[in-house]
């Protein structure tokens, strides 16, 4: 419904925006990995003439300037100390780009350096210097239980586990164990993280670029300490999300700012300033699975660390979905999984596509491989063997697997010709990747449904528009129920002064858990619209329908407008209904969820040219399993979408720090895959088993996939004769491998 | 501040301006209100600021706007208003091939540059030609097939 608008160029995104009155913000980043601040002099920056304000620290003494939606462990700017290399000590608003970015350089910063962690082992040796100390203040919105108490720079810990494992390893006459690596990457969301804030005497008003908007509006109003009725986040068209514009990012920055200089500033990152803004998990995981020789697997056991940074950002979530994500969709006998989340002197990792099952399905799924080629068992009979039934248990206490495994891997795997040879079989080579993902977030979403004296109907909801077509199915559900077409509905952008709540827009959960509550609307309204015609003819309104924008009666027909003054006894007035989707027992706890498993299958044929180590990705599978598909292309296009991302992960993307310092901070040095990436064959299959929560039965989609063609490449690569354990398979990675092994 | 002096054709329409030496395009066309072109790398990658100057595609982040004079500067707000623009929309609606939208009117531009050479002739040709606009939402999947859809109607009604 919005591609005419954003093809014309005339989709509005907050870097757009001009607001009267407003000045430009600029951050100061500090050069320091880890350091004491001595002092900071901002007089010759203040002095300069078009600068109206300067923010340091040492304003926030009259809040309480920690937040994290998770853990409140970071300051709006540096207090006292930083903790890696790009965090934000100082804020300059100035009445143009370059005056600020000018006063930047006068700002006068002393530190003292102290002893630094910027890898995963130097964080987690013995005498690791800490990055934080003192008792956990827990976030509002983790929703992961009572969160532990901080043991050394390990700020989360995840673990669960089932049947005696070290019994079940022991007696195993199969056990493949190994080291693994994942790369830290970045988003790479093409309009960068944008912020616009005012702070006036009775509201605090933002223009964002946030995929949360409410939990943004919750994380201000604590901040600043007031109601959050009085904060006001607007998010128009979102530039791409893809998690790097979920939870809090700048907007603290700017309302401080704005606060101090009494007028509305803009703060916009470059993409180096959105790579130390937030990434994905750099990950190392110890894994291993045991089986019988007749293919039957029987236990895994797995440790992962994930490296979140200097603040905590979204990690504890991204750790407990990796350590969901960890055994893998397998009936096993037993299962003992660690997950743990680091503190490191390295710019916060946040959310980004399918979290945790991309760190882990690519590890699980070589090993599973690997049990293959021991037991001389074909690896897709031996996955059809041992994969989970519906109604199985992924994790004790959690929502029992909801989708057909089989028949998805069965879709992928005929897809792709399995049972056909690739004809160079040593230089090419086939993988499949299975595996779940916890997803929904907590299903709070709340929605209104208008229908105007016009006929046209008009939805209030607060997902985010990011690209993913959100505001084109929440139009369809509704014109379904109204029996109008979908041009006559309308969505627009959230501004939480008129928009109900919404928890997020991530986890997949907008056509399931936001799109259930925009079809409960749009259904209280179609009975409010039955019951009036019901009085008018005075006949029951099971005897009527809707359609074309009218009630029907026999050969009688009431348009909306004609309804609507009817009922108002004039022209105008408007018929008001809303829907909303909370957890099923009051809970809403990530503990007791998901709210589904997003299936994430595919399949990938590779071609590895041993002379230069290149991979290139020839063709992919994946399954869109999405219960319900709503709008079938859409859900492709999601699909494709993930997996040239995917490509991007497996392949060459990895975010490089030099000693705490951002080595490759620019898009000539950071590569993200272009067209001529692009496999010769890329498919998704749609799988509609109506098993989802959503509307007609639908779930959610376009993460899994992402996760799903890292693990199917990954396997690939290795059944091309290469050694696999560490991502991205650069060429002289694979090169290398391949020479070991010759 | 030193300013120059500059006369060219922005969207057809005969314009004069001073403009800073230093003044990029992008900055130029933005506060002017043509906000089509969008910002992001900064270092001539991404593509999502691309105008055309002279009918050929550039990164307007990389481009001095005082070396405008005399050329011919199009951009998605001229781009729309030119019958061409119809079988380019069709094509990315009926292809789904817009997605969160950032990139959309870039990648429009180098389309119409490379339909006026008449460079599209296969897939492999559509794929280098687009390789200077990167998009993270669709995949390319859906722009590259819409460009085949383009190619077909532009060659069936000349």
């Keep these: 419904v919005d591609a005419r608008e954003k093809l014309r160029g005339q989709a509005e995104f907050v870097g757009d925006l001009r607001i009267p009155d407003m000045l430009h913000g600029s951050v100061l980043r500090s050069r320091c990995v880890h350091a004491r601040i001595a002092s900071v002099d901002t007089r010759a920056a203040c002095a300069l003439p078009g600068v109206a304000a300067v923010l340091t620290g040492a304003d926030l003494a009259d809040i309480d300037p920690y937040y994290g939606h998770a853990i409140r462990d970071r300051p709006v700017v540096a207090i006292d100390r930083v903790r890696f290399a790009g965090e934000p000590v100082a804020i300059v608003a100035a009445e143009s780009p370059a005056t600020a970015e000018a006063a930047l350089t006068l700002i006068d910063v002393q530190y003292e350096e102290l002893p630094s962690a910027c890898t995963l082992e130097s964080a987690l040796a013995l005498d690791a210097p800490l990055l934080h100390t003192g008792p956990v203040r827990e976030g509002e919105a983790h929703g992961l239980g009572k969160l532990p108490e901080r043991r050394g720079n390990i700020c989360y810990q995840y673990r669960f586990g089932s049947g005696k494992t070290e019994r079940v390893f022991s007696e195993a006459e199969v056990v493949v164990e190994g080291e693994y690596t994942f790369p830290s990457v970045y988003q790479y969301a093409m309009e960068t993280h944008t912020v616009i804030a005012q702070y006036a005497v009775d509201e605090i008003v933002l223009w964002a670029t946030a995929q949360h908007p409410f939990l943004v509006r919750g994380e201000i109003a604590a901040l600043f300490g007031i109601p959050v009725s009085k904060v006001r986040v607007v998010v128009p068209y979102l530039g791409g999300g893809f998690g790097s514009k979920s939870y809090t990012k700048l907007e603290p920055m700017a309302v401080a700012i704005a606060r101090k200089a009494g007028r509305p500033v803009r703060l916009v990152n470059s993409v180096h300033d959105a790579m130390l803004t937030t990434r994905r998990h750099g990950m190392r995981c110890w894994m291993r699975t045991a089986a019988n020789n007749d293919g039957r697997l029987l236990a895994r056991q797995v440790t992962l660390w994930l490296d979140t940074g200097a603040y905590a950002d979204n990690g504890p979530r991204v750790t407990a979905t990796a350590g969901d994500a960890a055994p893998g969709p397998y009936a096993w006998n037993a299962v003992e999984v660690e997950a743990l989340c680091v503190y490191t002197n390295l710019p916060p990792s946040g959310s980004y596509r399918a979290f945790g099952a991309t760190h882990l399905q690519w590890i699980g799924e070589l090993q599973v491989d690997e049990v293959a080629r021991r037991t001389r068992i074909d690896r897709l009979d031996l996955r059809q063997r041992n994969l989970l039934r519906r109604g199985g248990t992924i994790r004790p206490g959690a929502r029992p697997l909801d989708a057909d495994l089989p028949g998805d891997v069965a879709r992928v795997a005929s897809a792709i010709g399995w049972s056909t040879p690739a004809e160079t079989p040593k230089q090419v080579g086939r993988g499949i990747g299975v595996g779940v993902l916890a997803a929904g977030a907590q299903p709070v979403s709340t929605a209104i449904a208008r229908l105007e004296a016009d006929g046209q109907v008009v939805i209030l909801v607060g997902t985010t528009e990011m690209g993913q077509g959100a505001r084109t199915v929440m139009a369809q559900l509704a014109a379904e129920q109204l029996g109008l077409a979908v041009d006559d509905v309308r969505v627009r952008g959230t501004d939480t002064r008129f928009t109900p709540y919404d928890r997020s827009t991530g986890a997949s959960r907008s056509t399931t858990v936001a799109g259930l509550a925009v079809q409960r609307a749009a259904q209280e309204l179609r009975r409010r619209v039955l019951d009036i015609a019901s009085d008018v003819w005075g006949v029951p309104a099971d005897r009527l329908q809707i359609s074309g924008g009218a009630v029907r009666y026999e050969t009688e027909q009431l348009s909306y407008p004609d309804l609507l003054t009817r009922y108002f006894g004039m022209a105008g007035g408007e018929l008001i209904a809303h829907g909303e989707v909370r957890p099923e027992a009051g809970r809403g706890s990530f503990a007791s969820g998901p709210v589904f498993w997003e299936v994430g299958v595919a399949a990938a044929e590779v071609a590895v040219d041993a002379d230069t180590g290149v991979v290139q990705l020839r063709r992919v599978f994946t399954v869109a399993d999405v219960g319900k598909a709503i709008n079938p292309l859409l859900v492709e296009r999601q699909d494709h979408g993930a997996t040239v991302q995917g490509l991007g992960n497996a392949l060459f993307e990895e975010i490089l720090f030099d000693e705490g310092q951002l080595a490759n901070g620019t898009l000539l040095q950071y590569r993200v895959p272009t067209t001529l990436d692009l496999p010769d064959v890329m498919e998704s299959l749609i799988v509609e088993n109506a098993d989802g929560p959503g509307p007609d039965g639908a779930k959610g989609c376009g993460e899994g996939a992402l996760a799903a063609v890292v693990a199917a490449i990954a396997t690939a690569v290795a059944d091309a004769g290469v050694h696999v354990d560490t991502l991205p398979l650069t060429p002289e990675r694979v090169w290398r491998n391949i020479s070991k092994e010759g | ?158």
Aim: contains cysteine; hydrophobic residues 45%; aromatic residues 4%.
């Design chain 2, 1 to 158: 501040v030193s300013l120059a002096e500059v006369g060219f054709r922005l969207n057809g329409r005969p314009t004069r301006a001073s403009v800073r030496h230093e003044e990029l395009l992008l900055d130029f066309l933005r506060d002017r209100g043509l906000t089509g072109a969008k910002r992001s790398c900064d270092a001539e990658v991404c593509g999502v600021c691309t105008v055309l100057v002279d009918g050929a595609p550039v990164s307007a982040c990389c481009y001095l706007a005082c070396e405008l004079d005399g050329r011919d500067v199009l951009t998605i707000e001229g781009l729309v208003t030119l019958p061409a623009f119809a079988v380019l929309e069709e094509a990315f609606v009926r292809r789904a091939a817009v997605q969160c939208g950032f990139c959309t009117p870039g990648m429009l531009l180098t389309i119409h540059s490379l339909l006026q050479d008449a460079a599209l002739t296969t897939e492999v040709s559509i794929r280098e030609g687009l390789s200077g606009n990167l998009c993270r939402c669709t995949g390319y999947r859906a722009i590259v097939e819409a460009v085949v859809d383009i190619v077909a109607a532009v060659d069936r009604h000349g």
